[in-house]
């Protein structure tokens, strides 16, 4: 299914949340990472900058930099704005109000649109879209997929998510996913039947708390290793 950019809600994550909404240690970060449906975070940049690799794959990418700035700068505001309407929905710790987050958020998808044509020339950012990636088995340690499986439980079925996932464990030994809850920050409606699924497939699926939490009750993550 193609993508088109107006579909696209821009909201880049860094190197620094990934660290924590993946509970990733020191080790984590030094293995064959890929990053799916990873948007337009900074955390590929920075880990660049640190001498690390990361592959981030997303249909965004199909796009320039400058389109995809022009997009942030259509939608940015709206989307602070909504987080002033919801306060409630969310924990203010990390982040004090709607617009220290939209700052720091914005500041990623700027460090992300400032690396993005090098990185596609690198091969680090791929054009690619679950449930089917171009990518051999066994190519990655750890598969990480950030805000877009559960989170969109309405708009994506069970059974896609039971391919993407699978799809994921084709091409990494683990695979890991934040968060757990959908858009109205309910535990999604797909979590039990599709562990159930993976299980069935002969794949271990645990439920691990990290050390973040943004959406209230949303600090767990689903784990999904080779049994």
């Not at 080790?27 to 880990?47: C, H, Q, T, W, Y």
């Not at 990361?54 to 990418?61: F, G, K, N, Q, T």
């Not at 959908?182 to 050390?211: F, R």
């Amino acid at each position: 299914m193609a993508v088109t950019l107006n579909q696209v809600a821009p909201w880049g994550r860094t190197l620094d949340e990934y660290r924590h909404l993946f509970d990733l240690t020191a080790d984590d970060l030094e293995k064959r990472i890929v990053g799916v449906a990873d948007g337009p975070a900074s955390f590929n940049a920075e880990m660049h900058a640190l001498g690390r690799r990361v592959i981030s794959v997303d249909p965004l990418y199909a796009f320039t930099a400058e389109q995809i700035a022009e997009r942030v700068h259509d939608t940015w505001r709206n989307m602070v704005d909504q987080l002033w309407n919801d306060l409630d929905d969310y924990v203010w710790t990390r982040f004090a109000t709607p617009n220290q987050l939209g700052q720091h958020r914005l500041h990623a998808m700027q460090t992300f649109g400032a690396d993005l044509p090098l990185g596609l020339a690198q091969g680090r950012y791929v054009v690619g879209e679950l449930p089917r990636l171009d990518f051999g088995d066994d190519l990655f340690d750890i598969a990480l997929c950030s805000h877009f499986l559960f989170l969109y439980s309405a708009q994506l079925s069970g059974d896609f998510h039971v391919a993407a996932l699978l799809e994921m464990a084709r091409m990494a030994a683990e695979v890991r996913v934040f968060p757990l809850l959908d858009l109205n920050c309910q535990p999604s409606v797909h979590i039990a039947p599709v562990s159930a699924a993976l299980q069935a497939a002969g794949l271990t699926v645990e439920i691990q708390p990290v050390p973040y939490e943004f959406q209230r009750g949303g600090n767990q993550m689903m784990r999904i290793s080779r049994t």
